[in-house]
Structure formats: C-alpha cells, structure tokens
C-alpha cells in the first residue's frame, strides 16, 4: 500500500485488542490470530488508539530509540503499520 | 523431543444442539445428548484452567453455541478469565438485545456462517430458511464494535455461486471472510460423494478467491481452506496434535480436535476427573501423536513433518484404518491410490449424464 497520510491516526479495529497486562506475554489479539508484541511493536500498538497520528507516533520512538537511525525508525514504523493494515487489525482513522 | 509448548486456544464445543441440519457438519454421527451437557461452573472453571495454562483465545462452537441459554455467563466467564472470546454461530437464535447483551458481557468476536449465497441455495444446505436472519446479524454486528467474520463453506453444490458469496460478502463489511472447503467427518462425510469438488472447480475456486483476496486487500482479509483430497502435502491439522489447541465436548471429553473420538484404542480424559493441565501435559491421548517419535516413514524423516506434522490421524484412519502413517492425502502416503479412486469417482458423479444424485443426509439433533 503507498504510505498512509501522516496526520491519519491509526486505531485498532473491532475485534482487536490487547491481551490483559496481567499476563506473561504482551499479544495483540484478533480473529484467530494472536501476535506477539515486544519493544517497538508494543510501543506502536499501544498509540494506534486513534488518537496519535503517524506522525507523532514516528516522533516519540525517534525520540525514545534515540541511538537508532530516524530513518529507519520511520521505515520500520511505516512498514509494521503498513502489516497491520493488510491483517485488518487497524484502521487508519 | 523438544519441550510441549502450552495450548494457545480453547474450543469450547458447548453443545451438539442447533437448528440446522447442514449437510457438511464435522460434528460427529452420534451427538452428545443435552442431559450430559456441562453446566455454566464446570465451564467457567474450564476457561480459567485453560487461561491459567496460558490459552489466549475461547471459541464457543457447537452444534450452535446460541443454542445454550447460560451463554451470556460463559462469555462473562471467558472475559474474567482474560481470554478473547470468539462465537462460531449461525446467528440464531439471536436478537439485538442479545447481541448487546453478550457484546457488554465481553464477547469479541462473532463468525458468522452462510450456507449459501441466497436463501435458496442456504435452505438446500442447511435444510432451514435462516438466510434473512443472518442478513440481519451481519447488519447488527456491524453496528456494534466487535470483531466480524463470515465464514462460507463451499463444496461442488454451491462453488458456482463463489462470485455472489463475495459480493455478499462486500455487501455486508465483515473485517475477514473465511472460504473453507468441507472437511471431511461425521456428516460431511456421510455426504462427501455429492459435497467433493471436481478438481475443474477446485482450481477455478483457487483462482477466484486469490483474485478477491488481492482485490479487498486492506478492506477484507480473505481466508482460505483447503480442500486437502487434492493437495500435494497434508493439511497441518490443527497445527498439530496436541501443540496449539484444546478441545472440551459437551459432555467434559478433552480432546485434540473435534473427530479425534473416531480415533479406536484412544481413551480421553474428561475435564471433570482431571485437570487441564495435567491432561494437556501428561494424558496418554494427548501424549501419543506428539513429536515425531509415533511416527513411521515417510513421515519419520520427511522434511515436510516440521510444517504438517504428518497430517491427519483422524484421516488416516477414516481413509485408510492405518493410525500411524501418513495421512492418506499426501502424495508420498502409500494409501494416497484410495484418495485417487475417491476422486476418480467424483469426476464420474459430476458428469451430466449421470442419474439424480443421492439423497442428502441432513444433519439430525441429538435425540
């Protein structure tokens, strides 16, 4: 898919949610699929609440993974987002 | 032998009771009677067992999990337990109000089966006109904030309508639409003469559900199930026996999957006598088919076994009566010839020539 717009703000769909904080593993659930989240996937999950745009998102893990390359920062945000889109686990709002 | 992973999803089939009689139900000839159905405790200690051993997911099937009254207090049991709860349904019986009322109790998901793409063709399959219901609930559920999948079973009597069943599945906006071809147990079976595709139909299929699966992309996740007769390779049944989910019948039995009591000399454990866990872990049933040690070749040393696990066991006995060899489908299994002639014969069935079909057994409720 082209890059979605930066001031979008992306939301998990119905049906999509996170595990309870409680247990072992973070998972984002969904229709017979569970993934796995850690590190960066969690950080961008837990923003994709329809109120954080792209752009924010990119900028606060710019800023907390201030060691790795900004760029591939965005790629890699755009890219898992990109996924997520494609399995209908969010919505860009 | 690596260690045993813990089961990721319960499927909880709460009941053989429903008001369809579909022709390709994988529910087993001799249904469980409603007497020795479970009652709501024993359920919802079973979901918090099953949380506890770290399964993330419940699907409450059946028969038709509708069908249970306690139901809102199942879901309510699956959400404190912290479990994702799914409904595998028919859509009725259901109103709006119920709706609600299982949505606030907890329920995230409702999957939603068509028989057909229009009254006439669900009323040939399922023996009861419930179409215009399910047009209904799919309307509901999409009013509500809940996860949303329709789910097609598709076999040589309707895969001329696969073009409609998308556009109705456009129609009505599920987040995901799963096409599965019919499995072969219990009723499915009993049919599977008139249910097989021809090999002309399963290819076109193929075609058609790849082209809307690229077309939707982004919009609908299309979901595809083999119609494993006509595969190279077997199905990786279940992910495996005994590595991803659990099954509880009506009656408490903890199984690998729904037909595994076909399966002789098995003895299951029921949830009632034992633990989850310990039955998950340590129950000779749950024990015998995992790893690769119950193996014999090719499966021993074929490097396909890390992907499909064998197949089949159930197959391999309904097919072939042969419990420990590859399931019969796989074209390296020396019982594939029987899947061959099986398929030769549906070839034969499918020509115009041929005299009126069999009649169907429609699926019967337990008396």
Known sequence: ?????????????????????????????????????????????????????????????????????????ESDILDYLARLHEQRALDFG | MTETPN??????????????????????LNLAKRESELD???????????????????????GEPLARPD?????????????????????????????????????????????????????????????????????????RRIGFTLNFVIHRENLN????????????????VEFAHVQYYGWALQNRARLLPTRDQLEESLRTIDEAKERLRGRIRVEYVVADYYGRFPKACMGGWGRKVLLIKPNGDVLPCHAADVLP?????????????????????FQKYRGDEWMREPCRTCDHRAQDFGGCRCQAFLLANDLTDADPVCSLS??????????????????????????????????
Not at chain 1, 35 to 64: M, T, W, Y
Not at chain 2, 7 to 28: D, F, G, I, K, Q
Not at chain 2, 161 to 176: K, T, V, W
């Open chain 1, 1 to 73: 898919m082209s890059s979605p717009d930066p001031e979008s703000k992306p939301r998990l769909t119905p049906g999509c949610r996170l595990n309870d904080k409680s247990q072992p593993s973070r998972m984002l659930l969904m229709p017979e699929r569970a993934l796995r989240l850690n590190g960066p996937s969690l950080e961008i999950v837990e923003r994709c609440d329809g109120q954080h745009s792209v752009r924010e998102i990119i900028a606060d893990l710019q800023k907390k993974y201030s060691k790795a390359d900004p760029q591939k920062v």
């Open chain 2, 334 to 367: 020396r019982h594939r010839p029987l899947v061959d002639e099986i398929l030769a014969a549906v070839t034969a069935a499918s020509q115009p020539s041929r005299s009126a079909p069999a009649d169907w057994l429609y699926r019967q409720n337990p008396k």
């Open chain 2, 7 to 28: 089961p990721l999803a319960l499927v909880a089939e709460l009941t053989h009771r429903c008001p369809l009689h579909c022709v390709y139900c994988s529910n087993p």
């Open chain 2, 265 to 285: 000399g098995m003895k299951f454990e029921n949830a009632a006598e034992s633990s989850l866990r310990k039955i998950w872990y340590e129950s000779d049933a």
């Open chain 2, 40 to 62: 709501t405790t024993a359920w919802a200690r079973l979901l918090r067992e099953a949380a506890a051993l770290g399964a993330l997911q419940v699907d409450f099937t059946g």
């Open chain 2, 161 to 176: 309508e696969l073009p409609e069943m998308i556009r109705l599945a456009e129609d009505l906006q599920p987040q995901r």
């Open chain 2, 71 to 143: 139901l809102l207090d199942l879901v309510g049991a699956a959400r404190e337990a912290g479990l994702y709860a799914s409904l595998i349904t028919s859509g009725l019986p259901l109103d709006e109000k119920r709706l609600d009322d299982l949505v606030a109790a907890g329920l995230d998901h409702l999957q939603l089966s068509f028989q057909g793409a229009t009254t006439q063709s669900g009323q040939a399959f399922s023996g009861t006109t419930t179409h215009a219901q399910k047009l209904s609930v799919a309307r509901w559920v999409r009013q």
